[in-house]
């Protein structure tokens, strides 16, 4: 009897410890054993083990949405630039190469021919090349600007309360972020907008900005990689803000390298109009000049011919 009930008890705390084999960190891991081990398909055959004590690095992350991307699985997941260095990821989500502890390898390619090189958020920062493309090092982003919209609320918002908010928001939704790390927010309640800047010292490799701006994305924008489905919504006074859209800037310890050859259509149109304006004007300048200057010998020819 004694052997049946010790049966039962082993069984049972099986059961509980699979039941309790989870990620909060990432909602599409896989968890079994005891102890627990956690691990997500970053390709065929491939998986990524995770440490679910923290925020799973941007590179494993973009890597397992590429891939379920590929498999047609579920991927749903004032403002201005804070500084003349800053930039945002108008590239989007690419198959990273990441370093064993998560951090993106500083070229990147996509599986392609053309390559370029990545801040530590894996974010562009030089044109595109080719495979002989040289990328000495991984940049560190050391101030990421939250450029926050939030949905129409009831009454006024207390911006004197929002810092503070926002900053405790952020500490309990992103796995203790420092607090302190968030350094100054600016409100325009017309436009709904909440601009909020988190910096770290240069030189600082402890602590991972990109990290918690991505999740933050995928809170505002799409679904939360939390297994809690909860979403980033500070609580302001009595006032929760729910937001519905988020623009991040990125400054990196050192300026990006872009050069005119990979300017956007709109600038380089923009830049022929005014060209073209110029040369026009020219000419017109050139013909009217020169018009003037036959009136002029015509008008001294005519006074001639009396003498």
């Known amino acids: 009897m004694k052997m049946w009930i010790a049966l039962v008890l082993a069984a049972f705390a099986v059961g509980a410890s699979a039941q309790g084999c989870s990620c909060n960190t990432m ?76 951090k993106f390898k500083a070229k990147q390619c996509n599986n392609t021919e053309e390559c370029w090189c990545v801040n530590s958020a894996g974010v562009r920062r030089t044109d595109k090349g080719d495979k002989n493309l040289k990328c000495e090092k991984l940049v560190e982003t050391y101030w990421v600007r939250l450029q926050l919209t939030h949905k129409p609320v009831t009454g006024s918002v207390d911006a004197n309360k929002l810092k503070v908010a926002i900053a405790d928001a952020i500490h309990k939704r992103y796995d203790n972020f420092n607090k302190d790390m968030v350094k100054e927010i600016e409100y325009d309640p017309d436009a709904r907008m909440i601009v909020v800047d988190v910096m770290k010292p240069k030189g600082e490799r402890k602590s991972d900005l990109t990290n918690m701006a991505y999740y933050m994305e995928k809170d505002v924008k799409v679904l939360p990689l939390f297994k809690n489905q909860e979403k980033f919504e500070p609580l302001v006074g009595t006032q929760r803000m729910e937001m519905e859209n988020i623009l991040v800037y990125y400054v990196d310890e050192e300026a990006p390298t872009f050069t005119m050859k990979h300017l956007t259509g709109g600038i380089i149109a923009v830049i022929v109009v005014v060209v073209l304006a110029v040369v026009a004007g020219l000419l017109l300048l050139f013909f009217f000049k020169r018009r003037q200057s036959q009136k002029y010998n015509k008008a001294q020819q005519r006074e001639m011919e009396p003498m």
């Open 27 to 102: 909602k599409w891991a896989t968890c079994d054993g005891n102890p627990c081990e956690c691990y997500v398909m970053i390709g065929d055959q491939m998986k990524q083990t995770l440490d679910c004590s923290s925020l799973i690095p941007k590179c494993f992350l973009m890597k397992a949405e590429m891939y379920r991307a590929k498999k047609g699985l579920d991927t749903r997941t004032i403002g201005g630039k804070p500084d003349e260095t800053a930039f945002v990821d108008n590239d989007g989500i690419y198959d990273p190469e990441c370093e064993n502890d998560g």
